[in-house]
């Protein structure tokens, strides 16, 4: 299986200012024949269904404010917030869907706070 | 709208079975995946397999082989999630998510609710 990995577990970033999250996959889950990363960001509050944020590494979802950015690519890949607003606060996680039949796997999350 | 609506909470006994339902609306029922994930307390999301809603056909997590058994209804556009054998360690929260396969996957672009399971004696 491939082992996401996520760090760091928690920040704490003012109002404002800059938060990083990075994720690193065990294998590149990048398909060199259509050039995809096989790689998603979601936002989990307490109560709510994961929201996606953004797929294929870099693709923001529709509604999705701009301030949310993914790059990366192969293995290492960061979901950016560039501005932290209040409604920011939530664990985040990335997400593998590479293989067809191997099992989706997540990062173990990242608890973002003001 | 493209909708997942998923059944009600579940308390149950340890050794017991819950089964949770996931009823589609908004779009062809079969031209969708159904993917179970779920997320207990205090801890991180945890996909659980999927059903091809046009075949039956399934991939479970190996950490749920043998207990976990998905199955659907085209009829009614529901899919359904059986978890046996439950212990404390199955208190979550489960959710169906909606996923596009076209020689490759898409992310999940409709989640469900989520089902509160609790498993207490």
């Known amino acids: 299986d491939i082992v996401m990995t996520q760090s760091p577990d928690s920040l704490a970033v003012s109002l404002g200012e800059r938060a990083t999250i990075n994720c690193k996959s065990s294998?590149?889950?990048?398909?060199?024949?259509?050039?995809?990363?096989?790689l998603a960001w979601y936002q989990k509050r307490p109560g709510q269904p994961p929201r996606l944020l953004i797929s294929?590494?870099?693709t923001r979802e529709s509604g999705v404010p701009d301030r949310f950015s993914g790059s990366g690519s192969g293995t290492d890949f960061t979901l950016t917030i560039s501005s932290l607003q209040a409604e920011d606060v939530a664990v985040y996680y990335c997400q593998q869907y590479y293989s067809a039949l191997d099992p989706w796997t997540f990062g173990q999350g990242t608890k973002v706070e003001i | 709208q493209v909708q997942l609506v998923q059944s009600g909470a579940e308390v149950k006994k340890p050794g017991a079975s819950v089964k949770v339902s996931c009823k589609a609306s908004g779009y062809t029922f079969t031209e969708y995946y159904i993917h179970w994930i779920r997320q207990a307390p205090g801890h991180g999301l945890e996909w659980l397999g999927w059903i091809n809603p046009k075949t039956g056909g399934t991939k479970y997590g190996q950490e749920f082989q043998g207990r976990v058994t998905m199955t659907r209804h085209t009829s009614i556009s529901t899919a359904y999630m059986e978890l046996s054998r439950l212990t404390s360690d199955d208190t979550a929260a489960y959710y169906c998510?909606?996923?596009?396969?076209?020689?490759?996957?898409?992310?999940?672009?409709?989640w469900g609710q989520g089902t509160q399971v609790t498993v207490t004696s």
């Open positions: 294998q590149s889950v990048l398909y060199n024949f259509n050039n995809k990363n096989y």
């Open positions: 294929w590494a870099s």
């Open positions: 998510a909606r996923v596009k396969y076209n020689g490759g996957w898409f992310p999940p672009d409709t």
